[in-house]
């Protein structure tokens, strides 16, 4: 922190404005991102395209996004954070406002991309700016608390989306989405409070590090890259369970109509309970038990939604969506708080650099498993990504001989 300045503490009028800021932050942003995933059965039908080239109209933003958080990390190290966060947010809701209008899918997938460049300002900034602008008590709870903004974002997005899809297109439930995220846009820009702990340019001004050294010191950190792994797998596992279970229960023996599989997401409210809750777990007892164990409430959900019953299908949709913003929150947040001071945007930015390539790879790679051998093979690949991900956490992430409780 900077001049004496030791971050907000809960409980302050700052600490809960920059809260409501970043939660309305969550929302303008992956509202946006999401908004095609409802209709993704009727891009495929409308377009006779298969459910992976389908998938595209969100793979194409998220690897817009995956593209753009390292250099938005560094121009919130130029011109600091709320400037960076606020420029992004402009400018993907003015592109989320003129993607409908594309006249074909190919100029559809470019504004996508572009929109997807430009959300990545908040995730790659918005963790930092939380981890040098809250007390280091409260830091973890404060990430779940964003995380859950992200949550109901991600929700908003697909339920207006999908509805309003429903009374004409899918250009206008773009729209609706869009008119969503300029309202939480503005909240945003009203209530964000300046930043305190950061000063613009400080690390170039200091000496420290160049870019390819402040991002070198991350890469080189076997802690950090088991974080990135987390990201990386998880949230590919994820998306890929949104994508498809849309075709799932669309064909028999389900047949569900499109309206019914939009309710679904609904299921994101999961998330909304878990992530800030897991925040305080993790302050109370330590990130490592919680990140564990919301995978294994992934995996168990996963496993649930291999029995052909529709009601246990949602309940273990809730619990998959619940352990993975649990485990999700966990990560986020660990990244730039165990990265050195000045290297903490980077590192925050290669997470969700992780994060959204593994959304784009899997979320559209995943779709061939599913059309090569069914949904519970797909079910199969998906519980694998998450073991794989435990491992890596209890290999890298125990706490030290020092007692350093993680």
């Known amino acids: 922190m900077s001049d004496g300045f030791m971050g907000h503490v809960s409980g302050s009028r700052e600490y809960r404005r920059l809260l409501v800021a970043l939660f309305f932050a969550g929302i303008a942003t992956f509202a946006q991102l999401y908004s095609p995933q409802p209709v993704l059965p009727l891009i495929s039908e409308t377009l006779d395209v298969s459910p992976a080239t389908a998938s595209l109209a969100v793979s194409a933003s998220t690897l817009g996004l995956a593209a753009a958080v390292i250099p938005w990390s560094l121009i919130a190290d130029r011109i600091g954070r709320v400037p960076a966060m606020a420029i992004g947010l402009v400018a993907a809701t003015i592109l989320g406002i003129l993607a409908p209008f594309s006249p074909d899918?190919?100029?559809?997938?470019?504004?996508?991309?572009?929109e997807g460049v430009a959300l990545g300002a908040v995730p790659a900034i918005a963790l930092a700016y939380l981890s040098e602008e809250v007390d280091a008590r409260h830091v973890a709870?404060?990430?779940?608390?964003?995380?859950?903004?992200?949550?109901?974002?991600?929700?908003?997005?697909?339920?207006?989306?999908?509805?309003a899809a429903e009374v004409g297109d899918w250009r206008v439930g773009m729209w609706a989405a869009s008119a969503l995220c300029?309202?939480?846009?503005?909240?945003?820009?009203?209530?964000?409070?300046?930043?305190?702990?950061?000063?613009?340019?400080?690390?170039?001004?200091?000496?420290?590090?160049?870019?390819?050294?402040?991002?070198?010191?991350?890469?080189?950190?076997?802690?950090?890259?088991?974080?990135?792994?987390q990201g990386f797998l998880l949230m590919g596992a994820f998306v890929a369970v949104y994508n498809y279970l849309g075709f799932h229960l669309s064909a028999p023996p389900f047949s569900l109509p499109a309206s019914l599989v939009t309710l679904l997401f609904l299921a994101y409210l999961a998330g909304t309970v878990s992530s800030p809750w897991a925040g305080i777990l993790a302050s109370r007892?330590?990130?490592?038990?919680?990140?564990?164990?919301?995978?294994?409430?992934?995996?168990?959900?996963?496993a649930l939604m291999m029995v052909p019953a529709v009601w246990i299908v949602v309940a273990g949709l809730l619990l998959y969506t619940g352990g993975f913003f649990a485990a999700h929150a966990v990560a986020s947040g660990w990244a730039p708080a165990a990265a050195r001071r000045d290297t903490r945007a980077q590192a925050s930015s290669l997470y969700y650099l992780g994060y959204y390539v593994g959304s784009s790879l899997f979320g559209w790679c995943l779709g061939f498993v599913f059309t090569g051998i069914g949904w519970l093979g797909f079910l199969t690949a998906v519980i694998g990504m998450c073991v794989v991900s435990a491992v890596l956490a209890i290999l890298a992430l125990r706490p030290t001989a020092a007692g350093d409780r993680r």
């Not at 404060?142 to 989306?161: D, E, H, K, N, P």
């Not at 390819?212 to 792994?229: D, E, F, K």
């Open 285 to 302: 007892h330590g990130r490592l038990g919680v990140l564990i164990g919301g995978i294994g409430v992934m995996i168990s959900g996963a």
């Open 141 to 163: 709870a404060a990430a779940g608390s964003y995380i859950a903004g992200t949550t109901v974002g991600g929700l908003s997005g697909r339920v207006v989306s999908g509805f």
């Open 105 to 114: 899918g190919t100029v559809l997938l470019g504004v996508r991309l572009l």
């Open 182 to 229: 300029v309202g939480a846009a503005v909240a945003f820009l009203v209530l964000i409070p300046r930043a305190r702990g950061f000063h613009p340019g400080r690390f170039h001004a200091e000496g420290g590090a160049g870019i390819a050294g402040r991002i070198a010191v991350n890469l080189r950190t076997p802690m950090q890259l088991a974080l990135y792994a």
